[in-house]
T-cell receptor, first 114, second 115 residues
Framework: QKEVEQDPGPLSVPEGAIVSLNCTYSNSAFQYFMWYRQYSRKGPELLMYTYSSGNKEDGRFTAQVDKSSKYISLFIRDSQPSDSATYLC??????????????FGKGTLLTVNP | NAGVTQTPKFQVLKTGQSMTLQCAQD?????MSWYRQDPGMGLRLIHYSVGAGITDQGEVPNGYNVSRSTTEDFPLRLLSAAPSQTSVYFC??????????????FGEGSWLTVV
């Protein structure tokens, strides 16, 4: 079993839809959880960052972490064509404050159709 | 502020050739790393560095060398290119302090094809 599992999709939704992206993980030492967005032929850019369990909201994006179930989610409300990208979940352990080594999911390709 | 700069963006190599992928950051970040991204495999850590003069192996280090002589630069060397090293390579950097969150900045990527 890989440490981080993510459904690669692809996922295609109409504009305005609510999108739910998910990852599961097996390493209980993960404490930092991130979502990256990657446009075609570009590097990943940090979208959301959360520490431990709970919800975090930023505009149309909500990141949710459930450590008891080892499950994280990213919700996108009122999705826009500009949200079309690959979304990668990433995690790291709390290693003396040095959380620079990320373990990534494979990424989910999202297309929002106008 | 250029962020993380990678060169070259595209490169074709013949099997057995060597080359260096360059990475530079201007944010005074202590931590730098190299990832490769392959279809169906996601991003995998090759090597990383926690500061000048300090490097360590990641998940897939075989066939690659790194060095960190300055804070700004972290080159990745392919010693004898193999077709299995055909991939997209991303350099990344970040602060060490958790007060900065876990913002890891990525470069634009280097597309490498080994024939």
């Amino acid at each position: 079993q890989k440490e981080v599992e993510q459904d690669p999709g692809p996922l295609s939704v109409p504009e305005g839809a609510i999108v739910s992206l998910n990852c599961t993980y097996s390493n209980s030492a993960f404490q930092y959880f991130m979502w990256y967005r990657q446009y075609s032929r570009k590097g990943p850019e940090l979208l959301m960052y959360t520490y431990s369990s709970g919800n975090k909201e930023d505009g149309r994006f909500t990141a949710q972490v459930d450590k008891s179930s080892k499950y994280i989610s990213l919700f996108i409300r009122d999705s826009q064509p500009s949200d079309s990208a690959t979304y990668l979940c990433a995690m790291s352990v709390n290693s003396g404050g040095s959380n620079y080594k990320l373990t990534f999911g494979k990424g989910t390709l999202l297309t929002v159709n106008p | 502020n250029a962020g993380v700069t990678q060169t070259p963006k595209f490169q074709v190599l013949k099997t057995g050739q060597s080359m260096t992928l360059q990475c530079a950051q201007d944010m005074n970040h202590e931590y730098m790393s190299w990832y490769r991204q392959d279809p169906g495999m996601g991003l995998r850590l090759i090597h990383y560095s926690v500061g000048a003069g300090i490097t360590d192996q990641g998940e897939v280090p075989n066939g690659y060398n790194v060095s960190r002589s300055t804070t700004e630069d972290f080159p990745l060397r392919l010693l004898s290119a193999a077709p299995s090293q055909t991939s997209v390579y991303f350099c990344a950097s970040s602060y060490s302090r958790t007060g900065k969150g876990n913002t890891i900045y990525f470069g634009e990527g280097s597309w490498l094809t080994v024939v």
